[in-house]
């Protein structure tokens, strides 16, 4: 094997460098807050970005003595009315760092962010990689699309100990992804799950062994875990699953240590609010509710009490209070959940319980439920054709969601993502369901 470790070691002391020392103070306040269930956002750091936004960005001088908790829940659709109001004075977009959506939300959307916001995201990448047990300036393999990758930017990623994978199940390249992680120790492979999944296939398939010590943590982002998922992860790589809860406009909000379910958050960086489903008030403890969070660096474009789309509810100690450092269960995007009942009470239902449910049925690969309106659903199942998996999967719908009018399954053998990549197991057709539940909500 080659010297790794040697490698590893000039770009931690390059860092160092780079940032004189911002990186490890950062990363050691990073990795405590993960370390702490109980762990919140610090009241002088929310007053403090509060403070910058009121004088600086023009929406929030507008809102001058509004406490933090009564101001208005802010999402893309609100930023993107009307931009300018949500900058701070003097930042100009085509001088900060951006980054773009995928736009899986339903809305395309470029944040941007200022060098000291950039800087403390690396010192975040730092803190949380210990945390999770991984040398953060040791190898990567990189799961997710790479839109026209050249030679020079493969090359250049190479230098920093990183591989790029597209999800490729050509043999020569599934062969070259085998060859460097077996020349490395400690990597960490990272990616969007259905990739992931992509690539521990073809291994099987080209009885392709990895050795133990190898990689060190497997961190799955994007999507759902799924069963095959975390049993291949151990049974192929010798390590469990750990998972990343993370968005473009923020950053990294929290991890799942190996093996373990629950998301430990961010707090240093983010103050967490889980808000219920149709209106700004505090979830009741342990109930399923909207994540809100706060960023607490980013100066050029601040995110105060911002909807990030997910829900989630917060773990609860032994005595049933809330742990505000601890996400018990991330349910997925507001998007994500299909609607049961009927047109006078609708009502959301919960994505990842049909989600487990299904990987019940033998013999799916992969499956994709489309809601048409209410009561009626389409299965598109990527499976041998079998009347035992229509049943089943009827079954899943009348269980979970109930009042089902029509349930039609249909058999592919393509991959079911959407134009980003990723695995999209709920796609709803239904126009507008916000406005279902708002409906009946005021009636």
């Given at each position: 094997?080659?010297?790794?470790?040697?490698?590893?070691?000039?770009?931690?002391?390059?860092?160092?460098?780079?940032?004189?020392?911002?990186?490890?103070?950062?990363?050691?306040?990073?990795?405590?807050?993960?370390?702490?269930?109980?762990?919140?956002?610090?009241?002088?750091?929310?007053?403090?970005?509060?403070?910058?936004?009121?004088?600086?960005?023009?929406?929030?001088?507008?809102?001058?003595?509004?406490?933090?908790?009564?101001?208005?829940?802010?999402?893309?659709?609100?930023?993107?009315?009307?931009?300018?109001?949500?900058?701070?004075?003097?930042?100009?977009?085509?001088?900060?760092?951006?980054?773009?959506?995928?736009?899986?939300?339903?809305?395309?959307?470029?944040?941007?962010?200022?060098?000291?916001?950039?800087?403390?995201?690396?010192?975040?990448?730092?803190?949380?990689?210990?945390?999770?047990?991984?040398?953060?300036?040791?190898?990567?393999?990189?799961?997710?699309?790479?839109?026209?990758?050249?030679?020079?930017?493969?090359?250049?990623?190479?230098?920093?100990?990183?591989?790029?994978?597209?999800?490729?199940?050509?043999?020569?390249?599934?062969?070259?992804?085998?060859?460097?992680?077996?020349?490395?120790?400690?990597?960490?492979?990272?990616?969007?799950?259905?990739?992931?999944?992509?690539?521990?296939?073809?291994?099987?398939?080209?009885?392709?062994?990895?050795?133990?010590?190898?990689?060190?943590?497997?961190?799955?982002?994007?999507?759902?875990?799924?069963?095959?998922?975390?049993?291949?992860?151990?049974?192929?790589?010798?390590?469990?699953?750990?998972?990343?809860?993370?968005?473009?406009?923020?950053?990294?909000?929290?991890?799942?240590?190996?093996?373990?379910?629950?998301?430990?958050?961010?707090?240093?960086?983010?103050?967490?609010?889980?808000?219920?489903?149709?209106?700004d008030a505090a979830a009741a403890p342990g109930e399923v509710g909207r994540i809100v969070v706060t960023d607490l660096e980013n100066r050029a474009?601040?995110?105060?009490?911002?909807?990030?789309?997910?829900?989630?509810?917060?773990?609860?100690?032994?005595?049933?209070?809330?742990?505000?450092?601890?996400?018990?269960?991330?349910?997925?995007?507001?998007?994500?959940?299909?609607?049961?009942?009927?047109?006078?009470?609708?009502?959301?239902?919960?994505?990842?319980?049909?989600?487990?449910?299904?990987?019940?049925?033998?013999?799916?690969?992969?499956?994709?439920?489309?809601?048409?309106?209410?009561?009626?659903?389409?299965?598109?199942?990527?499976?041998?054709?079998?009347?035992?998996?229509?049943?089943?999967?009827?079954?899943?719908?009348?269980?979970?969601?109930?009042?089902?009018?029509?349930?039609?399954?249909?058999?592919?053998?393509?991959?079911?993502?959407?134009?980003?990549?990723?695995?999209?197991?709920?796609?709803?057709?239904?126009?507008?369901?916000?406005?279902?539940?708002?409906?009946?909500?005021?009636?």
């Amino acid at each position: 094997m080659p010297a790794a470790p040697a490698v590893s070691a000039a770009r931690r002391a390059l860092a160092a460098a780079m940032s004189r020392g911002r990186t490890e103070r950062g990363a050691r306040s990073v990795r405590r807050a993960l370390e702490q269930p109980g762990s919140q956002a610090s009241p002088d750091r929310i007053a403090r970005i509060l403070a910058h936004a009121r004088a600086h960005v023009p929406f929030y001088r507008a809102l001058a003595g509004t406490p933090f908790a009564q101001l208005p829940v802010v999402s893309k659709a609100m930023i993107l009315e009307d931009l300018p109001t949500f900058l701070a004075e003097g930042a100009r977009p085509g001088r900060l760092a951006s980054r773009m959506s995928s736009g899986t939300s339903g809305v395309i959307f470029t944040s941007y962010f200022d060098a000291r916001r950039i800087a403390h995201h690396r010192a975040e990448l730092v803190g949380a990689y210990r945390f999770l047990g991984a040398d953060p300036f040791g190898s990567f393999l990189h799961c997710r699309d790479w839109f026209e990758v050249t030679r020079t930017q493969r090359r250049s990623a190479a230098l920093r100990g990183q591989f790029l994978y597209a999800a490729e199940e050509d043999e020569r390249t599934v062969l070259e992804v085998a060859s460097w992680l077996s020349r490395r120790r400690g990597s960490v492979v990272i990616g969007l799950c259905s990739y992931l999944e992509i690539l521990l296939r073809r291994f099987e398939d080209l009885d392709v062994r990895i050795e133990p010590g190898a990689v060190g943590v497997v961190l799955g982002t994007g999507e759902p875990m799924t069963a095959e998922l975390r049993a291949r992860t151990r049974r192929q790589l010798g390590v469990p699953l750990s998972m990343r809860y993370s968005n473009t406009e923020n950053g990294l909000l929290g991890f799942t240590r190996p093996g373990e379910s629950v998301y430990s958050l961010n707090t240093h960086a983010f103050h967490v609010e889980i808000l219920r489903d149709g209106s700004d008030a505090a979830a009741a403890p342990g109930e399923v509710g909207r994540i809100v969070v706060t960023d607490l660096e980013n100066r050029a474009l601040p995110f105060l009490r911002y909807d990030t789309g997910d829900m989630g509810r917060f773990a609860l100690d032994a005595s049933g209070t809330v742990l505000p450092g601890t996400l018990a269960e991330l349910s997925g995007r507001t998007r994500d959940f299909p609607l049961a009942g009927t047109p006078s009470a609708p009502r959301r239902v919960t994505h990842i319980v049909v989600l487990n449910a299904v990987e019940h049925i033998p013999g799916i690969r992969q499956f994709q439920l489309r809601q048409h309106d209410l009561g009626r659903f389409t299965w598109v199942v990527n499976a041998v054709p079998d009347p035992a998996i229509d049943a089943g999967l009827r079954a899943v719908l009348d269980a979970e969601i109930g009042d089902i009018v029509s349930c039609e399954v249909v058999y592919t053998d393509g991959p079911l993502r959407t134009g980003t990549g990723k695995r999209q197991t709920f796609v709803s057709e239904i126009p507008d369901p916000e406005a279902l539940l708002r409906a009946a909500r005021a009636a």
